[in-house]
Nanobody
């Protein structure tokens, strides 16, 4: 079992910044990667960013490239998402996902409880 605790969401004006954090605990010795998805009402959860643990490769959905940066602190089993130049369309509940599998988007994993990000225009 892996437990994830997220923090850092909130309300911000367009163009502003927020930093999300996700701390993992439990059986984290087999981490393939950690990252973030987001979901708005009536829509499917969508991939946002991934950081692989062994080689620290970063992956992003196209709409956040150049604005969002994912990073980690291995010692703390924590992943961060720095979100800059936020847009109203970034408004969503953001979920942290931990996985031991290389199929990060479609494969199994553990999820955080979600944190609301609201960007006002």
């Amino acid at each position: 079992q892996v437990q994830l605790v997220e923090s850092g969401g909130g309300l911000v004006q367009a163009g502003g910044s927020l930093r999300l954090s996700c701390a993992a605990s439990g059986r984290t010795f087999s981490t393939y990667g950690m990252g973030w998805f987001r979901q708005t009402p009536g829509k499917e959860r969508e991939f946002v960013a991934l950081l692989t643990w062994s080689d620290e490769m970063e992956y992003y959905r196209d709409s956040v490239k150049g604005r969002f940066t994912i990073s980690n602190d291995n010692a703390k089993n924590t992943v961060y998402l720095q979100m800059n130049s936020l847009k109203p369309e970034d408004t969503a509940v953001y979920y942290c996902k931990w996985t031991a599998h290389s199929d990060y988007v479609g494969g199994p994993g553990y999820w955080g409880q979600g944190t609301q990000v609201t960007v006002s225009s």
